[in-house]
């Protein structure tokens, strides 16, 4: 497989990668999230990085191959003699973009985990201050006088 080939998978598995963490993002910001798409999202997510990552294996595989050198530098050397700068330019471009993305989508994700966390605190407490025995029934019956001593 060229590396030509290869970049122009790993471009195309990046931009859905960029939709899913869009369309993650935009779940999270809903009032009332729904879990099932968003672990639907989170499913699909983590196939394209398998397979994002299966890809990058092969292309490393080819540049150590065709003699390049591992790392970046090689990886501009071979993208160089491949005809293929712009396009591994642009790859780069969209990994750091998805990257500052997935980011995030973990920042709002802690965020709403924090705010579920305070509200569930908050609905303890209030719990813990209630005047209803375990039966339901309130154990404090204002208005009513004991009239039997």
């Known amino acids: 497989m060229s590396l030509a080939s290869l970049l122009t998978d790993q471009h195309q598995r990046l931009d859905a990668l960029i ?15 729904d879990g099932n ?5 989170a ?11 299966r890809i990058e294996t092969l292309r490393r595989s ?5 003699g390049y050198e ?5 990886a501009k050397a071979a993208a160089r003699d491949a005809s293929c700068t712009d ?19 973990g920042e709002m994700l802690s965020l709403r985990m924090k705010h ?3 509200m569930l605190d908050y609905i303890r407490q209030i719990a813990e201050k209630t005047l209803y025995n375990p039966d339901g029934r309130n154990s404090a019956q204002p208005g009513r006088i004991n009239a039997s001593a």
């Not at 939709?19 to 999230?33: A, C, H, K, P, R």
């Not at 080819?62 to 065709?66: A, E, F, I, T």
């Open 19 to 33: 939709s899913l963490l869009g369309n993650e993002q935009t779940l999270l910001t809903q009032g009332d999230i």
């Open 37 to 41: 798409a968003l672990a639907d999202v």
């Open 43 to 53: 499913h699909q997510k983590q196939q394209l990085l398998t397979e994002l990552e």
């Open 62 to 66: 080819v540049q150590k191959r065709l």
């Open 70 to 74: 591992d790392g970046a530098q090689g």
């Open 87 to 105: 396009t591994w330019s642009r790859l780069l471009e969209k990994s750091e973009r998805a990257a500052r993305m997935n980011a995030l989508t």
């Open 116 to 118: 579920n966390q305070k």
